[in-house]
Nanobody
Framework: VQLQASGGGLVQAGGSLTLSCAIS????????MAWYRQAPGKEREFVAG???????NYADSVKGRFTISRDNGKNTVYLQMSSLKPEDTAIYHC????????????WGQGTQVTVSS
């Protein structure tokens, strides 16, 4: 399975970005998916998740600012990010949802998001 995240970049605080994650080698239909991020010097953390039926959940730090969605036909997961803050700066990855991130052993390249103050 390949996970190709894209859409990152440099943005000013308060700005917006939309990330995409194209999955190949396996269908995402019916599978819970999620976005995670890893800031420099910090552990990877959960950002947002979406169930196979479209229910969503978010980390408290991004609730109300980020929106996760999926397009099963395109085998793609999205993350709309608004009101970005410098603390959102990280490499963002998508992967299947897992209660314990440590159980996820295969990661794509990720996409860098940098928010300037």
């Amino acid at each position: 399975v390949q996970l190709q995240a894209s859409g990152g970049g440099l943005v000013q605080a308060g700005g917006s970005l939309t990330l995409s994650c194209a999955i190949s080698g396996s269908t995402i239909r019916g599978r819970p998916m999620a976005w995670y991020r890893q800031a420099p010097g910090k552990e990877r953390e959960f950002v947002a998740g979406i169930s196979g039926t479209g229910s969503t959940n978010y980390a408290d730090s991004v609730k109300g600012r980020f929106t996760i969605s999926r397009d099963n036909g395109k085998n793609t997961v999205y993350l709309q990010m608004s009101s970005l803050k410098p603390e959102d700066t990280a490499i963002y990855h998508c992967n299947k949802f897992a209660l314990r991130i440590a159980t996820l052993t295969s990661w794509g390249q990720g996409t860098q998001v940098t928010v300037s103050s």
